[in-house]
């Protein structure tokens, strides 16, 4: 009993490098062995040859979170399809702050597309809407305005779809 309260303490989230296209592979791999995981989803518009399809791919193309304690790295490790834990030199943990607006995007699941790390723009915050409170920068693609949040240690970024009426300038 004291030990899994010293584990549950000891967790924290780590960006997980996967094989190619194995990102929802892990995540339910990572789920069967009693691993809290978190996979960002997108709802992003795929052409086929005849048709165009709404599907939901991998936020961060290559990588799953997982809540962990690094004690217990071995079976994250061990799992099928998972590359290594990211960190320049040893595993480095996820900032909460970051994980907090990747569980809140992923709960409320907007329309959502990768987009480059580096990008300027104004830092806004919502304030209308599901995710009242998120701050991030206000960019516009072609018709139409987003909200760029960033996972620092992946060096990656996503674009949320926003109206510019939901949202406010950061003074």
């Given amino acids: 009993m004291e030990q899994e309260a010293i584990s549950k ?16 592979q892990v995540r339910d791999r990572l789920l069967a062995v009693g691993i809290e995981p978190l996979l960002p989803l997108g709802k992003q518009c795929r052409q086929w040859s005849d048709r165009k399809v709404w599907t939901m791919l991998p936020l961060f193309s290559g990588y799953c979170f997982a809540n962990f304690a690094l004690a217990g790295s071995l079976a994250v490790l061990q799992t099928p399809g998972v590359v290594r834990i990211v960190g320049t030199v040893r595993p480095e943990p ?15 699941n907007p329309m959502m597309e990768p987009c480059d790390y580096l990008t300027e723009g104004t830092w806004v915050e919502v304030i209308r809407g599901p995710l009242v409170g998120l701050r991030g920068q206000l960019v516009r693609r072609m018709n139409h305005h987003g909200l760029v949040i960033r996972a620092s240690i992946l060096q990656r970024a996503a674009l949320i779809h926003i109206a510019t009426d939901e949202v406010a300038p950061v003074l």
């Fill in 9 to 24: 303490t000891d967790r924290r989230w780590y960006a997980l490098q996967t094989h190619s296209r194995h990102e929802k």
């Fill in 94 to 108: 996820i900032p909460d702050e970051e994980i907090a607006v990747l569980q809140r995007v992923s709960s409320v």
